[in-house]
């Protein structure tokens, strides 16, 4: 029986959608603010991603993803207007992601 379900385990893992760098960032973004309980930024985001995702995580995808994750219902999109006119935006975690 081991042999079998270590067999079924494998053939799951293969046919198992690869991770994209949207969803890697999705993950981390929410992850952070989370565990943190406090809203993040893009800067807190790259100071605390891995290499790749640094190299990934423009300003749009930051706004992609957070964007994403507030559709999908798991925490809240927060905007503020600097005083050079440009809006600032974080996000804030509001429910666990499974």
């Known amino acids: 029986m081991a042999i079998i379900d270590q067999l079924i385990q494998e053939t799951e893992a293969f ?5 994209t760098p ?3 960032a999705i993950r981390h973004i929410h992850a952070l603010s989370f565990n943190s309980g406090k809203p993040v930024s893009r800067v807190n985001v ?17 706004k992609g993803s957070i964007t994403e994750l507030e559709r999908l219902g798991y925490g809240s999109v927060q905007r503020k207007k600097k005083l050079n006119g440009k809006t600032s935006l974080t996000y804030l975690a509001t429910r666990e992601m499974r």
């Open 15 to 19: 046919h198992e959608i690869p991770e």
């Open 46 to 62: 790259k100071a605390t991603a891995g290499r790749h995702l640094r190299n990934e995580l423009t300003a749009s995808h930051f």
């Open 22 to 24: 949207q969803t890697l």
